[in-house]
């Protein structure tokens, strides 16, 4: 199966100058080549390129009689670099407990600006709804996640989405609120700012955190305790905005882990 084409040249930097950004780029990279596990199905849910979701099933799906429940994820990388190879790592610690697993992408910025990401990931949830149940999976139990700017648009589209009902949403290491204010253009909080808005006032509606209340979708919030700053400080705030919602919400915040560690972790079947 054809990989996702990654980032222009030009974008790719931006991310790798991250700390640790380039091991972690090289490990789950490598781990695609590997080919532990090859999704059974590729589904396109837009006329671009990087509007696709890769399905992957358990070995012995047959053997069971019940639809499984399904974990849709989508990938990090700043909302400008990323694919669906940066996600195969995980899918044989999903596929065995067992459940379905979608790896999903989405138009990168900055030659996509702010709301593409939004709609894109929106119009995936429902392609999955749609279909998941040819393979196995049940429409009524699918959670949703990602990693970093992943996992920031997952919980955009269950707290400010068209989408159906979902079961969970689980951001690792995701930006909550993106409102910086009137920060230095190449400082890396105003990443945001100078690659995905079109405009700086587009930062609260870009912001999980300022559309918690009415949710009732039950969130768990993961990161790390040596991740960036923002995101450190960000994720306490939204779990106390979800709480003051009436919203179940739970977290973790993992011991020695940076933000990219708590991605890789998610290759083990025993991680909680």
Known sequence: M???????????????AAPGAAEYIATIEAAARQGVQRAVARLSYGPAPGQQLDVYVPPQRDRHAAPLPVLI???????????????DFMAPAVTALPAVFVAGTYRLAPENRWPAQHEDVQAAI?????????????????????????????????????????????????????????????SDDARAYKYLLQRREQDAEASPVVFVAGNRVPFHLVWGERDFRRIRDGNPVMLAALHAAGCEATHAAIAGAGHFDTHLMLSDPANA
Do not use: N, Q
């Open 2 to 16: 054809a990989r996702m084409t990654k980032a222009s040249d030009s974008t790719a930097p931006l991310v790798g």
């Open 73 to 87: 994820f989508f990938h990090g990388g700043a909302w400008i670099r990323g694919g669906l190879d940066w996600l």
């Open 126 to 186: 429902r392609r999955v709804h749609e279909r998941i149940g040819e393979f196995g999976g049940d429409a009524g139990r699918i959670a949703v996640g990602g990693h970093s700017a992943g996992g920031h648009l997952a919980a955009m589209a269950v707290l400010a989405g068209d989408v159906p009902p979902l079961r969970a949403c689980l951001p690792v290491s995701a930006p909550c609120d993106l409102r910086y204010g009137d920060i230095p253009i190449d």
